[in-house]
T-cell receptor, first 113, second 111 residues
Framework: DTAVSQTPKYLVTQMGNDKSIKCEQN?????MYWYKQDSKKFLKIMFS???????INETVPNRFSPKSPDKAHLNLHINSLELGDSAVYFC????????????FGQGTRLTVV | GNSVTQMEGPVTLSEEAFLTINCTYT??????LFWYVQYPGEGLQLLLK?????DKGSNKGFEATYRKETTSFHLEKGSVQVSDSAVYFC??????????FGTGTSLTVIP
């Protein structure tokens, strides 16, 4: 069973398009995250979300928006894609107020052409 | 605020060499500490963790000890293998609310 799954694994799209990446976790965790990993492997937190609080990294453009239909899902919507959005995007989940680790999905490689 | 600093790479070692990747942290309170590994084309996987001072995390021959006095969590392995080639991330968590990652250290092990 995959703990954190995200789709698609690869996404190639043109500048200006709008796209979504889906994420689901079956661990019963109450907190989910989106990270962006650039070509140098730097991991940057974009959002963290539980059913009470959305924390947004202030450096993330407002073209990016998380949407959570329920506790097990946190999708990432991106409007008006730009070349600089090309990266690998990781979804993760964890249990709040716990010393357990975050579990990561396999990543979505987004290429904007 | 919370932050993690780890040694820059890339690191290249011969098979069976000793590995150390340094990691220091800044945190308020009592964070949990983690090492994650990322193999090429994959997501991050937990390698080991420690949740309180003087705890030692270990897995697959890797070890790291939570040192509160030096705010460090250095990763070590006595004899690396080619299959250990990956990117290693040190991280801390403040009770799961936020995770703070280091910049990653790329390790290449040559036969």
């Amino acid at each position: 069973d995959t703990a954190v799954s995200q789709t698609p694994k690869y996404l190639v799209t043109q500048m200006g398009n709008d796209k979504s990446i889906k994420c689901e976790q079956n661990l019963g965790h109450d907190t989910m995250y989106w990270y962006k990993q650039d070509s140098k492997k730097f991991l940057k937190i974009m959002f963290s979300y539980n059913n009470k609080e959305l924390i947004i990294n202030e450096t993330v453009p407002n073209r990016f928006s998380p949407k959570s239909p329920d506790k097990a899902h946190l999708n990432l919507h991106i409007n008006s894609l730009e070349l600089g959005d090309s990266a690998v995007y990781f979804c993760a989940s964890s249990q709040l107020l716990s010393d357990t680790e975050a579990f990561f999905g396999q990543g979505t490689r987004l290429t904007v052409v | 605020g919370n932050s993690v600093t780890q040694m820059e790479g890339p690191v290249t070692l011969s098979e069976e060499a000793f590995l150390t990747i340094n990691c220091t942290y800044t945190a308020t309170g009592y964070p949990s500490l983690f090492w994650y590994v990322q193999y090429p084309g994959e997501g991050l996987q937990l390698l080991l963790k420690a949740t309180k001072a003087d705890d030692k995390g270990s897995n697959k021959g890797f070890e790291a000890t939570y040192r509160k006095e030096t705010t460090s969590f250095h990763l070590e392995k006595g004899s690396v293998q080619v299959s250990d080639s990956a990117v290693y991330f040190c991280a801390l968590s403040d009770l799961g609310n936020q995770f703070y990652f280091g910049t990653g250290t790329s390790l290449t092990v040559i036969p």
